[in-house]
């Protein structure tokens, strides 16, 4: 029973560590997965399989049951093999490299399982890999030995490549060829093991201790790529897709974050400068909404230029902010009159042109960003009115 309790054991970290691979995924959920994460589920079941296969072993044979432990001891060595022929595909998918070698080690994972196969066939009928005498005691036979020596020189023969290639690399392909090097390396280490003694779990430990390495990557790079494309979506829901500005709800959030800094007095200085497009609903009714958007897209790029360096947002169809901070706040006044002028030009001349209201944060009387854009809104209503007047 001491050999069936390592391998129980091994099952139960093996779940433990593997859990958020070895659960239930939707079909939805699986249809996100990366193709290396779902060879490494399947690998995953594998290798739970054999643990099982080990446990029931342990159990039967501490029991005599010769019979029963007979047919567990053939779905013992096709769960090892397939372990190997799942790992050598999961592996040439996780390290992203396919050339001669990689092939060479899946044919070779495919080789073993072959081999053994036809191997406990023919074990049926005459004991070449395994069996039993009389009294019901396990015995060993060359074709044993040689299913294990063959999966030694595959693991120890990855880990050199891989070991050789981690060498060479760095960054993310380094980190992936470490990995299987020393997984692969562990493996070979408890082989030798198993094959000096036959009734000690030596392939189970080494399983165990082989996949939580593995598991520690795979887990890293998943969660790394999770990052990425949450990454990606709030690159696209806080960038305004016709301008390129910030968009409504980037404003929002940085709008939060400030308060924030309000409440803690931390911020001292900044300002709010208000944009508004004057005439895009004429554009739109007499011109189109293609000539609309090119207009918008003319004004975002009139209030960079006369704006750089600083955050633009657009919060509405027509209506854009810029906060100013540092060098841009100190010279708002001059960026401001420039800006202005552009757009008395451009009014003459019949170009885009744009309302634009300015005011700053005063820390002894405002409690939130907010107050500080309500009042550079007006300044923008009002300088609206003054264009209007003045066409």
Known sequence: MYYASVGVLALIMHFIINLDYLKWFSKAEMSHLRLSTKRYRIFLYCVAVYYLTDIMWGVFYAQGLTAVTYIDTILYFLSMVTTVLLWTRTMVVY?????????????????????????LLINCFIPIVFGFDEQGVYHT????VITLVLQLVLYLLTGVYAFVVAYKSDGIVRKHHRTIALSST????FIALQCIFPLMPFYTVGCLIATTIVHT???????????????????????DALTGARSVHAYVETRAKTDELISAGTVKEFGIAVFDLNGLKHVNDTQGHEAGDKYIISGCKLIREYFPNCSVYRIGGD?????LEGEAYHRRDEMLAAFNDRMDRNGAQGLVTISAGLDVFRP????????????????????????????
């Open 186 to 189: 562990v493996m070979s280490a």
């Open 217 to 239: 990557y795979v887990s890293y790079d998943d969660k790394e790529e999770q990052r990425r494309q949450i990454g990606e979506t709030r690159l696209i829901a806080y960038r």
């Open 141 to 144: 036979y060359s074709g044993r």
């Open 319 to 323: 209506e854009f902010v810029i906060i």
């Open 364 to 391: 002894e009387e405002d409690n939130d960003m907010n107050t500080v854009f309500v009042r550079a809104d007006r300044k923008m209503y009002k300088r609206k009115k003054e264009m209007k007047a003045a066409a």
């Open 95 to 119: 390290l992203g490299r396919r050339g001669a070698l990689t092939t060479a080690f899946i044919t070779a994972g495919w080789m073993i399982f072959v081999f053994e196969a036809v191997s």
